[in-house]
Structures are given as structure tokens and as C-alpha cells.
């Protein structure tokens, strides 16, 4: 390939790109704030369920090796 294609190319790339960022539709602070929140506390949540159960899974083994 020449080198004017490659050129052309990554500029109709990053025009491409730049076009796909203006359709997207950032929120807004509350609502940015509201999903965090959101994500935080199911994280939260999530590792402790997996906790509780992995230290009830330890707990039933180690009652069945010994």
C-alpha cells in the first residue's frame, strides 16, 4: 500500500470514531452517581454471599476429610 492510502485511511478511521463519540449519550451526574451506587452495593453484596458460602463449603469438607 502507498503511503497516502494508510494516511487517508486512519484519518477516515478517526473521522468514523469521531462521529460514533457524538452519538453516544452521556448521563448525567445523578444518574452516573445512582448506577455507581448501584454497582458498588451488588459488588458488596455479591462478595459477601460468595464468602458466606465458601466458609460453609470449608466448614462441611473439613467435617467430612476428618
Known sequence: MSGKTEKA???NW??????????????DKNTLAKQTAAVVTVSILLGALISVVDAILKYGIDFLVK
Not at 478517526?14 to 448521563?27: C, D, I, R, S, T
Request: aromatic letters at 18%.
Open 9 to 11: 485511511q486512519k484519518k
Open 14 to 27: 478517526f473521522k468514523g470514531l469521531q462521529a460514533e463519540f457524538k452519538k453516544v449519550v452521556w448521563p
